[in-house]
């Protein structure tokens, strides 16, 4: 069945460190690409989505590129702040329904 | 517009004993989910919903757990009896069909002790 493997974390950085989350998925159909934050207490929000190859999601400075000759959807940053800390969920869905399946998160911790 | 609205945020509860969850989705969702979030990992799929009818349930634990949408609208999870192991944050999202952007709830922290 389909699937999403990201990196393990946690992850600590400096702040204004450049961040790269990978992400590689598995699927029988062609899929919606997603990444997800959860911020400390918070509940998961839709950070960038991409929904077929070569599309480049971005948001609040983070960037997704769907790559399908990989099957990659790696997360990166160039500068990243204190603000950032918090748990990053890769996702994908399937067109033919609306099932979603999520990777099992990275933690990202940033230093000052 | 309000997101999706999820009650209660935390319960405690002892083993054996049954809870529930409640869940509002956006209006005019028609694809509602319920994901189960152990601590560490990524959320896991309960059960979906498109209107009141359950498409995916492959995931639900039948023997214990029981879920609804009456009239397509708004969404309870039921456990009962509750185990230790069903410890865990139970989410709730919604989506609008052929969207696959889901939109989740804060959700609810179990605690069975």
């Known amino acids: 069945g389909d699937s999403v493997t990201q990196m393990e974390g946690p992850v600590t950085l400096s702040e204004e460190a450049f961040l790269t989350i990978n992400c590689t998925y598995t699927?029988?159909?062609?899929?919606?690409l997603f990444w997800y934050v959860q911020y400390p207490g918070e509940g998961l929000q839709l950070l960038l989505k991409?929904?077929?190859?070569?599309d480049k999601g971005s948001n609040k400075g983070f960037e997704a590129t769907y790559r399908k000759e990989t099957t990659s959807f790696h997360l990166e940053k160039g500068s990243v702040q204190v603000s950032d800390s918090a748990v990053y969920f890769c996702?994908?869905?399937?067109?033919?329904?609306?099932?979603?399946?999520f990777g099992k998160g990275t933690r990202l911790h940033i230093l000052p | 517009e309000a997101g999706v609205v999820q009650s209660p945020r935390y319960k405690i509860i002892e083993k054996k004993q049954p809870v529930a969850f409640w869940c509002n989705p956006i209006?005019?969702?028609?694809?509602l989910y319920w994901y189960r979030q152990n601590l560490g990992q990524g959320p896991e799929l309960l059960i979906r919903?498109?209107?009141?009818?359950?498409?995916?349930d492959s995931q639900l634990p039948k023997d214990r757990f029981s879920a609804e949408r009456l009239k397509g609208v708004d969404s309870t999870l039921k456990i009962q009896p509750a185990e230790l192991g069903d410890s865990a944050v139970y989410l709730c999202?919604?989506?609008?069909?052929?969207?696959?952007?889901?939109?989740f709830g804060q959700g609810t922290r179990l605690t069975v002790v």
């Open positions: 919903y498109e209107n009141e009818e359950a498409v995916d």
């Open positions: 209006s005019g969702h028609n694809t």
């Open positions: 996702a994908l869905s399937d067109r033919k329904d609306d099932k979603i399946i």
């Open positions: 999202a919604s989506s609008a069909v052929g969207s696959g952007e889901a939109f």
């Open positions: 991409a929904t077929k190859a070569d």
């Open positions: 699927a029988t159909g062609y899929p919606s």
